[in-house]
């Protein structure tokens, strides 16, 4: 999901001339980063899971969802010292974000209606000929004879 982005964004950025050299270097240690995350990760979270950006040492993931959270929540305690010990200059801490896919909107849907029964045609006629002439006898009539 993001990682397509990342990398033809990575693709653009690298070996320009125009790029400076420091966001050079962040994007060749986010690529090492996601690399090594990638060789960590069980395969169904690294769909899920994708690093975000460094700063001031602190390794901010996102996640699709928070159940997906969750599961990393309880590796953490293993990944994390593998991170520090690969990037020891880089990596103190890590934080986990939620940022759940966009989705396209639902349609507005419309309530279908329902036919009426003959039976349940001949209860609203009875009832409203049973009744005094009123707002509501007139509009069950209108639903009595309604198909």
């Not at 982005?5 to 060749?28: G, H």
């Amino acid at each position: 999901m993001f990682k397509l982005k990342f990398k033809k964004l990575s693709k653009l950025l690298k070996n320009n001339t125009l790029i400076p050299e420091s966001v050079s270097k962040q994007l060749y240690v986010m690529e090492n980063i996601e690399d090594f995350l990638s060789n960590m990760l069980p395969n169904d979270l690294k769909q899920h899971c994708y690093p975000l950006n460094v700063r001031n040492k602190k390794l901010v993931l996102v996640i699709d969802s928070p159940a997906w959270k969750s599961r990393l929540h309880y590796l953490l305690p293993t990944i994390e010292p593998a991170l520090r010990k690969k990037f020891p200059k880089i990596i103190m801490d890590i934080e986990l974000k939620i940022i759940p896919p966009s989705l396209p909107p639902k349609p507005k849907l419309t309530p279908a209606r329902k036919e009426l029964t003959e039976q349940s045609r001949g209860i609203i006629t009875s009832m409203a000929d049973g009744m005094e002439d009123s707002d509501l006898k007139r509009s069950l009539e209108r639903l009595g004879k309604h198909r």
